[in-house]
């Protein structure tokens, strides 16, 4: 058979239709899609695809049983390494790991690992069946983990699988942090986070929502009663403002309230869920990182008629996955480039009616290495708006870091940690995720909470 | 879930309620605030707490019926449960040795500046209190202010009991009379608070005021809950909820808290009667 150069494409809502709803865009591959798919794959000996992977899972054994129809076989191949594969499949940034990698992608599109991934956890989940993770016997330690998101949820797993006993601390009502409150349903379906999550409580992980460390305990407390280590993963939850004048106007909301009220709260039901939000007519989302398309994708399917990225830099210099940006344009987001908010003004209620703008160009190269955007002077004009979303980034939130005594901190705020094992300058104390790097993938996250439950094992074992 | 363990009907819309929760009970401090979710479509709303008991493991909030959540926690008895319970939340009251200091509670408000008063009384403050309502039904906790205060002021906007007019009116004259007054605290709707930092600006007398705002997760995630102090962008949730009531912007306050007026009508419509019309 001679070889596709092109991926096997995904099915996916039509634009016109699903701008009105917020079920998945991508529907997934059919059992013949995914098979054909994995045809594609050339099983090379070097199978480079595997250095792309934060958490290492061997992608050349789980396709090559997929390939024999093993679906069971190739499902655990994945879960070896891989605690989340449902999510991961979804979320990942394959195209900046392991597809990037594929010996494929050197003349043609590369194999679609991450579509593979999703179409093998789904049929996992469908079945209803608990995987086939193993367990090393108990070793009579104690872990607390502090956070329910990607990193806390994989050390968590793994560090259950190793035979520890885990509590997981989370601060919300439901477990799954970002994945839960950050990322909309229409990307990442909440069920699915949900059934994920339960895989890992059925190692015997124990998760205690509404649990604020910082105030309800603390990590000393913790290590005082009976855990014999810690791990923080508490990610990037402080929401960053622009320090501009009218920021608190009304309709002017940070990413993280615009996507929590509908993606937690479910605002986008109300009112039979009881969280309100308001979208008007015209939407401006600043900034154009993931979270940004988020927000602007998710403005119009709560109704509003236009729906703009603003941002101050050019499309090249935009952060979000290429995917992201993809199914905004195609979904009708307008994009404002070289331009950002300099002032919000409001009506006499004080309710945002519009921002006056300023036009940027491109200069030097900057410290990230993108070109620096500098104001052009004299150029600023009016953008009458409804609603604005600011999603410019998030920082870490200082709850735990105030009441951790001796935590050492990194000039951003963020904890310093060890990259290797997330060990800090605390004792038995681990760190990973957002927490640690600042805002930046789920996947990455996962990698470091991996790393991170490795060290625990060994320094429990050690102790 | 989090079992309601007593119920009391202070007025027909002021409503007392105490909750089984241990580890937030074991913590909580006097100036914090817990928040509650109904159920699985409910709203994460804030609750000052009025009081909490370490031994019972249980914390009391008091609450006014003023919307569609309000009212359905208000309809709970006791024995019923809560979906959550998260707390504590935000800065404790700074409690010291001041001296002279002056509590005022206005309405419901009365109900968080008594775990306030009892603490800056049990740290040896002379405790001058004043408490307030619109009429003498909705006048709450004045035998347990009493207990915990040097001396305690009444007064109802309608006359029917104490001083007629408002607790300002009290203040104004207690600043007078006494002086030398170290701190002022004052509770309650805003536009109360707001008379309270007026009428001790020109006295000098530093005066904290508990905001109250919007909250979704009030662990400082959001940035619903902004308010500006002193031309600086705050969030309540966790720099707060008490701040300087001199150097608050009371117009974005007041604007802030109104912001889902028009979605409250819609909630409350939708589910009139009890017959929920949007399933």
New interface residues.
Partial sequence: MPLNPKKTPMPSQDPKERIHNFNEVARGYTREMALAEAERCLQCKKSPCRQGCPVEVDIPAFIARLKEQDFDGAINKIKEKNNLPAICGRVCPQESQCEKYCTLAKKHEPVGIGRLERYLADYQLAKGEPSGMEKAPASGFKVAVIGSGPAGLTAAADLARMGHQVTVLEALHVPGGVLMYGIPEFRLPKKIVQQEIDTIRRLGVEIRTNAVVGKLTTVDELLENGYDAVFIGTGAGLPHFMGIPGENLLGVYSANEFLTRTNLMKAYLFPRYATPIKVGRRVAVIGAGNVAMDAARTALRLGAEESYIVYRRSAAEMPARKEEIEHAEEEGVQFHLLTSPVKFYGDDRGVVTGMTCQRFELGEPDASGRRRPVPIPGSEYEMPIDTVVIAIGQGPNPLVLQTTPGLELTRKGTIAADEATGATSRKGVFAGGDIVTGAATVILAMGAGKAAARAIDKYLREK | MYRIVKKEVMSPVIKLMEVEAP??AA?ARAGQFIIL?LDE????IPLTIADFNRSRGTITTIFQEVG??TQRLGALEAGDGL???????GQPSEIENYGRVICVGGGVGVAPVYPIARALKEAGNEVISIIGARTKELLIWEDKMRAVSDELLVATDDGSYGHHGFVTDLLKQVLEEKGNVARVWGIGPVVMMRAVAETTRPFGVPTIVSMNPIM??G??????C?V?VGGE?KFAC?DGPEFDGHQVDW??AL??MN??KD??Q??LA??EGGD?K??
């Fill in positions: 580890a937030v913590k979710r479509e409910g709203e994460r569609y959540t979906a959550d319970f998260v707390g504590p939340l979704v997760d662990t400082g995630m959001c940035g619903a902004r500006s962008t966790v117009q974005l604007r802030r912001m889902y979605e409250e819609r909630i939708a589910h929920c949007c399933h």
